[in-house]
């Protein structure tokens, strides 16, 4: 008896996922609505099968053991076990078949090429050209990292590429998973249905920070999108500071970009806006000087596997100013 509540509750723990940022059962895409239905639907389904086949179990066995014969037994296995899966899987099939179309349909907005990276994510708006033989992204395009602007209402295509091993991108509110694959592109349309902050997450094994390979997807009515991403495109907010001065003696400028200085490294994030981002190290610290500080002083002690090497021989007095100056490039 005192049991009673236990089991009721724990059909509620599997639907905890059911909302929040970063659930594919809260849809605020076209392509994640129809996943939610899909869901929705399979799982009505199986449900049916499940009670149609127990509960006849349940009556020939327990409820009325007098009416089982072996031809009771037959007709159990005929109806409940094929005839009955049959139509309903059929049905499933059929559904989920003619759902298929709608997520193959064109773009008519913007097109980001997001790069999936060890481990981070490099992100070019309004990029130019057609993949070329090598078979890389397109070039150009106004560079960014690990968070990504979506306009409201619109199709944007979005070219996926990698260039070390595979990863997934996943936004599980606007869309399914789709693989970044080194030597190819491969093509997803977002159509985001709802503005908000959705977060996205690496869904491919990639390495040891697999897991801390995260980004941030920010769906903004169309003229703010366009607003923000001329914002990207403009200068660093502030050139003349000791940080930068600092920034560039130390040889940062090899691999990062930091527009309007002479940083212009493309191996690691562009760090010409880094301070608008909301998150640091793809989702993993605050944006703010204390969590850069401790970044810079050891990329690897934050994030296991990261690529940068560390900086902590640095006086903390340069880091510190460093980080200032990082912090307020917004
Ligand atoms: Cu990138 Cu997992």
Redesign the pocket.
Known sequence: RRWRHVFPTALLLPIAGCAGAQSSLDPAGTEADLVATLFWAMTGGGALIWLFVVGFSVFVTKIRPSAYSDAAGVHLIVWGGCVFPVVVLGFLVWFGTAAMPDLRRASDGPRIAVS????WWRIAYDVEGEPGVARSLPKGGVASANELYLPLGRRSEILLGSPD????FWVPAIAGKTD?IPGRVNRLVLEPTRAGTFNG???????T???E?GFRVIVLPEADYLARVAAEAGPAALTAHPGRDLFLAHGCGACHAVRGTEAAGTVGPDLTHLAARRTLGAGILPMDEASIARFVRDPGAVKQGATMPPFRHLPEAEIATIAAWLGRLR
């Open positions: 999936g990276e060890r481990f091993v595979i990863h997934s970044t997450i690496c869904a491919e094994f990639c390495g920070a697999h897991a390979m």
